[in-house]
């Protein structure tokens, strides 16, 4: 009886041991299958261009109320009372309008963040597909990104399969 209970443990214990070499792990750089697509390559503009235009927009704003305050540093001693209290909640209220009209631009609810999604989210759901696709065609049970992880010390590159994504595309 306990060379049967034996046996079964082993026996159990092996199985899992079976299952990993069976396992065929390969990684990709989503990063640079993205910088391949043109469409990716004509979003990232389109995302540059918006950055520069609501950048100089907010750069304007700002330049507006260091006007102001110059202005009024000058002025201040000549102001009366009310005067200069009408002028520092002027500039104050500039200074909360510029800080909203920032963040309806690059807040994490804002025009490019939603934007960024629109553009984006299409594209990286298209290279998802064409890798859950290969990794099924292939027999890969997992993959991993090379892109933006710190955590990969070492891998083989013969195991990359960056290019063979690129082509599927």
Not at 18 to 36: M, S
Not at 73 to 92: D, G, M
Not at 99 to 120: D, I, P, R
Request: aromatic share 8%.
């Amino acid at each position: 009886m306990k060379k049967l209970f034996l046996i079964l443990a082993i026996a159990l214990m092996s199985v899992p041991a079976l299952r990993a070499q069976n396992q065929k792990i390969g990684f990709i750089n989503t990063e640079t299958v993205l910088n391949e697509l043109p469409e990716y390559q004509k979003a990232q503009k389109t995302l540059e261009q918006l950055t520069e235009k609501y950048k100089a927009e907010v750069e304007a704003d700002l330049k507006v109320i260091d006007q102001l305050y110059t202005n009024y540093q000058n002025q201040k001693s000549y102001l009366s009372s009310s005067q200069r209290s009408s002028a520092e909640n002027n500039i104050i209220t500039k200074e909360q309008q510029m800080k909203q009209k920032e963040e309806n631009y690059f807040g994490s609810e804002g025009v490019l963040a939603k934007k960024s999604e629109e553009l984006l989210t299409p594209i990286r759901e298209r290279v998802d597909a064409a890798v859950r696709r290969y990794c099924e065609l292939h027999g890969f049970t997992a993959v991993m990104d090379l892109a933006g992880s710190g955590n990969i010390v070492y891998y083989d590159t013969a195991l990359d399969i960056t290019k063979e994504i690129i082509k599927s595309l």
